[in-house]
């Protein structure tokens, strides 16, 4: 059993703590929660059987609501293993014994360096991968971080990366590298930790001196690194003992690999499978023993299990290293799936990639007509191999990484229409025919650094009139108001326009934005508020409406013409600046909010009646003010089935209401609904929540 979910108690109290009465007789209330409690234990014994972790509460969270919450209890990994792992055991015990050695610290160090080199494509990663699994399982160290350091990486990214390891939680906002060490050191002290460092080059990256922070934490702490070369981990500090060569597959044991990646799982006869072994078993010898050629070629096989197809593949010599085989299946894929891969070259390496958003430029830039078919060219390439699973968040959202070969070969088929630019000034200006960019400022860059880079955008990207993506990520110091201005008085044909930074300054975004007729993909994400021009409504062609996890987005004008925005489908941020008449939107997938206000068109509950396309979560609030039961029912939430979670909330201050329990009775959640959250509620359960068979075919049934 890979995953089990448990539902929480329901919590039903007043503010003053008493309980409320439901709307059902005592008797028979007591004997429908008698029977939700036998579920729940029932629940609670399978975890134990699983030696998965309980439902502790100890949040001190003493909000007053009802909250009926499927969550999941599988530990969160730092990176992602492929479905099985051939022949790395005795490499990953020599490692372990390495880790347990509390002899290797040195006397002024709390921590070690042990490293893992050898060549692009041998392995490195995913043994490392296999190592952090088993000692996050094992609980030897109190902390383990697992950081993939991209060539382009900065020390600050890196330590901010570190932090967001150690506590789980996102970095706060720092003025200067020494105020982050001083951050990093207090989560680290006296805690005996294991970093991994996946990817790390000589004389780019991060030295010995680099790991000053690291030394408050417990002895026995251990830093593992991956790199091409041995030369990398020696600068860290590691003794060349403890600098292990990746070992190469023996040959049944690689050829075992291979044929894991192009036949595990097919739907074959065992005749056909038998031949098909054969004809793999010589396929892998061309291979060189490179376990991502395994993976990528197998993955290609596997989707193709025509024995003619295998023996054209067998007698064919195009192998001779590990970026030819990449070649070779890169041309297999379908030209537009060719193209999206290509796409994702604009990224920094070690980027990870979240699928919802890649799908989504894949639309803005009209690669895909429908995010379904985004979804299955996203399939192919992770079924392929072409992307590969790094991490999921706290959400469900999934992050995907391109390997460092991968990265190349789409940086080389991609390079006529796009292009990267992270020297901050000093990057080289792109071709006047360049279609899609990146470009990203020198880390913990000056004052004059940032203007600088300011004035690269003004004097000079501002001049690609072919451009149809932006994305800029600005650093700390963000961007002023008059660079956006001369981004929309002259890039009229961007699909994407995205700028990140950490900057914390109030944001007016100038009226031109009004200019980019064709945009459908905005994303504009400060760590403060933003405020948006009334002339964000001509912005008819908009699709995804992005303002950032710390944003707040807000309008200085009269936001009457919002729902001119029909071809809107998703909005993301943690708070919505309300529009009246939203209920015209009826492509939306994604809101973060509704708020319903009392005797104010535009602004009632019914604005939901239409959204069923509605996806993830949805917070609404105010409902204070849904004035009668015909009103509740026409929000027809039954109905947006897409949606896993619900919040229904009453406002703090809102005072007793007689129709209270009538609204919410007409307020039943779709089927399917995994966290149901209701705040502030002062009345007796509805119907549907005590049913039992509401309880087995809704929120119920759908956590367990």
């Given at each position: 059993?890979?995953?089990?979910?448990?539902?929480?108690?329901?919590?039903?109290?007043?503010?003053?703590?008493?309980?409320?009465?439901?709307?059902?007789?005592?008797?028979?209330?007591?004997?429908?929660?008698?029977?939700?409690?036998?579920?729940?234990?029932?629940?609670?014994?399978?975890?134990?059987?699983?030696?998965?972790?309980?439902?502790?509460?100890?949040?001190?969270?003493?909000?007053?609501?009802?909250?009926?919450?499927?969550?999941?209890?599988?530990?969160?990994?730092?990176?992602?293993?492929?479905?099985?792992?051939?022949?790395?055991?005795?490499?990953?015990?020599?490692?372990?014994?390495?880790?347990?050695?509390?002899?290797?610290?040195?006397?002024?160090?709390?921590?070690?360096?042990?490293?893992?080199?050898?060549?692009?494509?041998?392995?490195?990663?995913?043994?490392?991968?296999?190592?952090?699994?088993?000692?996050?399982?094992?609980?030897?160290?109190?902390?383990?971080?697992?950081?993939?350091?991209?060539?382009?990486?900065?020390?600050?990214?890196?330590?901010?990366?570190?932090?967001?390891?150690?506590?789980?939680?996102?970095?706060?906002?720092?003025?200067?590298?020494?105020?982050?060490?001083?951050?990093?050191?207090?989560?680290?002290?006296?805690?005996?930790?294991?970093?991994?460092?996946?990817?790390?080059?000589?004389?780019?990256?991060?030295?010995?001196?680099?790991?000053?922070?690291?030394?408050?934490?417990?002895?026995?702490?251990?830093?593992?690194?991956?790199?091409?070369?041995?030369?990398?981990?020696?600068?860290?500090?590691?003794?060349?003992?403890?600098?292990?060569?990746?070992?190469?597959?023996?040959?049944?044991?690689?050829?075992?690999?291979?044929?894991?990646?192009?036949?595990?799982?097919?739907?074959?006869?065992?005749?056909?499978?038998?031949?098909?072994?054969?004809?793999?078993?010589?396929?892998?010898?061309?291979?060189?023993?490179?376990?991502?050629?395994?993976?990528?070629?197998?993955?290609?096989?596997?989707?193709?299990?025509?024995?003619?197809?295998?023996?054209?593949?067998?007698?064919?010599?195009?192998?001779?290293?590990?970026?030819?085989?990449?070649?070779?299946?890169?041309?297999?894929?379908?030209?537009?799936?060719?193209?999206?891969?290509?796409?994702?070259?604009?990224?920094?390496?070690?980027?990870?990639?979240?699928?919802?958003?890649?799908?989504?430029?894949?639309?803005?830039?009209?690669?895909?007509?429908?995010?379904?078919?985004?979804?299955?060219?996203?399939?192919?390439?992770?079924?392929?191999?072409?992307?590969?699973?790094?991490?999921?968040?706290?959400?469900?959202?999934?992050?995907?990484?391109?390997?460092?070969?991968?990265?190349?070969?789409?940086?080389?088929?991609?390079?006529?229409?796009?292009?990267?630019?992270?020297?901050?000034?000093?990057?080289?200006?792109?071709?006047?025919?360049?279609?899609?960019?990146?470009?990203?400022?020198?880390?913990?860059?000056?004052?004059?650094?940032?203007?600088?880079?300011?004035?690269?955008?003004?004097?000079?990207?501002?001049?690609?009139?072919?451009?149809?993506?932006?994305?800029?990520?600005?650093?700390?110091?963000?961007?002023?108001?008059?660079?956006?201005?001369?981004?929309?008085?002259?890039?009229?044909?961007?699909?994407?326009?995205?700028?990140?930074?950490?900057?914390?300054?109030?944001?007016?975004?100038?009226?031109?934005?009004?200019?980019?007729?064709?945009?459908?993909?905005?994303?504009?994400?400060?760590?403060?508020?933003?405020?948006?021009?009334?002339?964000?409504?001509?912005?008819?062609?908009?699709?995804?409406?992005?303002?950032?996890?710390?944003?707040?987005?807000?309008r200085s004008c009269s936001p009457e013409n919002m729902s001119n925005l029909v071809n809107l489908q998703r909005v993301v941020g943690r708070s919505l600046g309300d529009f009246p008449n939203i209920g015209r939107l009826t492509l939306l997938r994604t809101l973060p909010t509704f708020r319903v206000k009392r005797d104010l068109l535009g602004y009632d509950i019914k604005q939901l009646k239409h959204l069923n396309k509605l996806q993830g979560k949805l917070v609404i609030s105010g409902l204070q003010h849904v004035r009668s039961e015909e009103e509740a029912v026409e929000a027809k939430l039954a109905e947006k089935e897409h949606l896993k979670q619900l919040t229904l909330a009453w406002d703090d201050d809102n005072t007793s209401s007689n129709h209270d329990p009538a609204v919410l009775e007409c307020l039943c959640p779709p089927m399917g609904l995994q966290v149901l959250e209701i705040i502030g509620y002062r009345g007796s359960y509805p119907g549907w929540m005590v049913d039992e068979a509401s309880w087995?075919?809704?929120?119920?049934?759908?956590?367990?």
């Amino acid at each position: 059993m890979s995953k089990i979910y448990f539902v929480d108690r329901v919590i039903v109290q007043n503010a003053d703590g008493t309980k409320l009465t439901a709307g059902y007789s005592r008797c028979r209330l007591k004997d429908k929660l008698d029977k939700i409690e036998k579920l729940i234990e029932k629940a609670q014994d399978i975890i134990k059987l699983a030696n998965l972790p309980g439902n502790n509460n100890e949040s001190g969270d003493h909000r007053r609501y009802v909250g009926v919450t499927a969550k999941h209890t599988s530990k969160p990994t730092a990176a992602y293993l492929p479905r099985k792992v051939i022949g790395r055991d005795k490499d990953r015990e020599e490692i372990i014994s390495m880790l347990r050695d509390e002899n290797q610290s040195s006397a002024d160090r709390c921590f070690s360096v042990i490293g893992i080199h050898g060549i692009p494509g041998s392995g490195k990663t995913t043994l490392a991968q296999y190592v952090c699994e088993y000692e996050e399982e094992a609980n030897h160290f109190d902390i383990v971080m697992w950081i993939h350091v991209s060539q382009n990486f900065g020390l600050d990214t890196i330590l901010r990366e570190m932090i967001e390891q150690a506590t789980k939680q996102p970095c706060p906002q720092f003025k200067s590298l020494t105020a982050l060490q001083k951050r990093l050191k207090q989560d680290l002290r006296e805690k005996r930790f294991l970093l991994v460092l996946d990817d790390v080059e000589h004389n780019k990256d991060i030295s010995e001196d680099d790991l000053s922070a690291l030394e408050v934490g417990g002895a026995g702490s251990k830093i593992l690194a991956t790199s091409r070369t041995r030369d990398a981990l020696l600068a860290l500090g590691a003794v060349r003992s403890k600098c292990i060569p990746i070992s190469k597959l023996d040959e049944h044991v690689f050829r075992e690999l291979f044929l894991q990646y192009a036949l595990d799982g097919a739907e074959i006869c065992e005749r056909d499978r038998i031949v098909l072994q054969m004809i793999g078993a010589d396929i892998a010898k061309k291979l060189k023993g490179s376990p991502l050629a395994a993976r990528t070629v197998g993955g290609q096989l596997r989707i193709r299990q025509d024995v003619e197809f295998w023996r054209s593949v067998r007698d064919k010599d195009f192998f001779s290293d590990a970026m030819e085989a990449l070649r070779w299946s890169y041309q297999l894929l379908d030209e537009k799936v060719r193209r999206c891969f290509a796409y994702c070259s604009i990224f920094p390496r070690g980027h990870h990639l979240g699928r919802s958003k890649l799908i989504n430029l894949w639309a803005a830039e009209g690669f895909i007509s429908r995010e379904e078919v985004g979804g299955d060219y996203f399939h192919k390439l992770v079924a392929t191999s072409f992307l590969q699973l790094e991490r999921k968040d706290s959400s469900g959202e999934e992050y995907y990484l391109l390997h460092d070969l991968l990265q190349d070969l789409a940086e080389t088929v991609g390079r006529s229409d796009c292009c990267r630019i992270e020297g901050g000034c000093t990057g080289q200006v792109p071709r006047d025919d360049v279609r899609h960019l990146y470009i990203k400022a020198c880390n913990g860059a000056t004052v004059a650094g940032n203007k600088a880079f300011e004035k690269m955008i003004t004097e000079n990207i501002v001049k690609l009139k072919e451009l149809r993506t932006l994305i800029i990520d600005g650093g700390e110091t963000g961007i002023e108001a008059k660079v956006f201005d001369d981004i929309f008085d002259s890039l009229k044909s961007l699909r994407v326009l995205i700028v990140e930074t950490q900057s914390r300054r109030i944001l007016q975004i100038p009226e031109s934005i009004g200019y980019l007729k064709y945009l459908r993909y905005l994303s504009i994400e400060y760590r403060c508020r933003i405020f948006f021009p009334r002339t964000v409504t001509k912005l008819y062609h908009l699709r995804v409406l992005d303002f950032g996890e710390y944003g707040m987005l807000e309008r200085s004008c009269s936001p009457e013409n919002m729902s001119n925005l029909v071809n809107l489908q998703r909005v993301v941020g943690r708070s919505l600046g309300d529009f009246p008449n939203i209920g015209r939107l009826t492509l939306l997938r994604t809101l973060p909010t509704f708020r319903v206000k009392r005797d104010l068109l535009g602004y009632d509950i019914k604005q939901l009646k239409h959204l069923n396309k509605l996806q993830g979560k949805l917070v609404i609030s105010g409902l204070q003010h849904v004035r009668s039961e015909e009103e509740a029912v026409e929000a027809k939430l039954a109905e947006k089935e897409h949606l896993k979670q619900l919040t229904l909330a009453w406002d703090d201050d809102n005072t007793s209401s007689n129709h209270d329990p009538a609204v919410l009775e007409c307020l039943c959640p779709p089927m399917g609904l995994q966290v149901l959250e209701i705040i502030g509620y002062r009345g007796s359960y509805p119907g549907w929540m005590v049913d039992e068979a509401s309880w087995r075919n809704g929120v119920a049934s759908a956590g367990l």
